[in-house]
């Protein structure tokens, strides 16, 4: 599986033979993915409507991209502008299909990797189900004071209306344009949105034409690390320089992880894994290292597990969303222009 998700992913960057031999079927996922937008613009078919603004964070390239760090951050400055946000995710790997709340002392099997670290870190009600809407009425009933929901992901789950859009992209752009499966988008870059973000160390003419509208640019930023059970013990990532080093990171795009850490002045020895990876493997038992630099997203699973939670090689790397501060005084100035129920 590892092997074949590697292989469409070098595949989906360029207009090669096995971008060209999936071609047809593309077509066919762009008919049935227009058909589907079709039937609730017009009506046909509606999307559930809350009683406070709804904001989608989400992607059209399939894969990480920096949504869950893009979450945290909106989260913290709509709360800095004098809103209670919620957050509602579908919860990747989620065993339940009823709406479940996330605390610190959630499984991450049975929520989601990315819920989990957003409960740990955006400091606002946390719901997962596989229905949005459902998932957003219970938040509310549980949190009446909160007044604005961000849905983490679910760009094409139109059962859930929402009031903002946002979609984001990474230094990749649109790989080479094309759909599923010959190509990683799952909607044509075309498709409408209120704002668009790009997690690049920069965005260039070609890049802001191919993602469209006038991208705002996102940097993540993360100069320290801390022990996995130790977080008062975090050093500045060049304190570690010196050291046998292993970078580590199951998520959707492990190079950006890793250049991040390059650009710290580090060197290691890189181990990508799978996107939401669960650790029962024992990924680090062969490996040969005074420090395994891990990323957020895995740190909260791998805190769950007895034969890593005291593990003195594990290190995470926490990272922040920089972004211009105009993009959340835009969604504000939204979020007020609409009126509650």
């Known amino acids: 599986m590892a092997s074949l998700e590697s292989t469409l992913t070098r595949a989906w960057l360029r207009r090669g033979p096995l971008a060209l031999a999936l071609l047809p079927l593309s077509l066919l996922f762009r008919l049935l993915a227009a058909l589907r937008a079709l039937l609730y613009r017009s009506g046909i078919k509606h999307g559930e409507r809350l009683p406070v603004p709804v904001i989608v964070v989400g992607?059209?390239?399939?894969?990480?991209?920096?949504k869950t760090p893009l979450t945290i951050w909106l989260a913290e400055n709509l709360r800095a502008a004098g809103l209670?946000?919620?957050?509602?995710s579908r919860g990747h790997g989620g065993q339940e299909a009823a709406p479940r709340a996330v605390g610190p002392q959630s499984d991450a099997r049975e929520v989601g990797d990315e819920p989990l670290l957003i409960a740990a870190r955006a400091g606002c009600p946390v719901v997962v189900g596989r229905r949005r809407a459902e998932a957003g009425r219970a938040l509310l009933a549980a949190h009446p004071e909160?007044?604005?929901?961000?849905?983490?992901?679910?760009?094409?789950?139109?059962?859930?209306?929402?009031?903002?859009?946002?979609?984001?992209?990474?230094?990749?752009?649109?790989?080479?344009?094309?759909?599923?499966?010959?190509?990683?988008?799952?909607e044509p870059p075309s498709r409408r949105r209120d704002f668009t973000v790009v997690n690049a160390p920069e965005i260039s003419a070609a890049l802001a034409r191919a993602v469209g509208g006038q991208p705002f640019r996102m940097e993540l930023a993360g100069g320290f690390a801390e022990p996995?059970?130790?977080?008062?013990?975090?050093?500045?990532l060049g304190r570690l320089q010196g050291r046998r080093i292993v970078a580590a990171a199951g998520i959707g795009n492990p190079g950006r992880f890793f250049a991040m850490l390059r650009g710290a002045g580090l060197d290691f020895a890189e181990l990508p894994l799978p996107d939401h990876h669960d650790f029962l493997d024992r990924p680090f038992d062969?490996?040969?290292?005074?420090?395994?630099?891990?990323?957020?997203?895995?740190?909260?699973?791998?805190?769950?597990?007895?034969?890593?939670?005291?593990?003195?090689?594990?290190?995470?790397?926490?990272?922040?969303?920089?972004?211009?501060?105009?993009?959340?005084?835009?969604?504000?100035?939204?979020?007020?222009?609409?009126?509650?129920?």
């Open 59 to 66: 992607n059209i390239f399939i894969g990480g991209t920096g």
């Open 84 to 88: 209670r946000p919620g957050v509602i």
């Open 146 to 186: 909160v007044d604005v929901l961000i849905a983490d992901d679910g760009l094409q789950h139109y059962a859930l209306a929402r009031d903002i859009e946002i979609v984001l992209f990474d230094g990749r752009g649109v790989g080479n344009g094309w759909l599923l499966p010959a190509g990683p988008l799952r």
């Open 228 to 236: 996995l059970g130790r977080p008062e013990a975090c050093l500045p």
């Open 286 to 341: 062969g490996v040969d290292a005074d420090v395994i630099l891990i990323t957020e997203k895995d740190a909260v699973k791998c805190r769950q597990l007895d034969n890593l939670k005291d593990d003195p090689r594990l290190w995470v790397v926490p990272v922040t969303a920089r972004i211009d501060p105009a993009l959340a005084e835009q969604i504000v100035e939204k979020c007020r222009g609409r009126s509650t129920a």
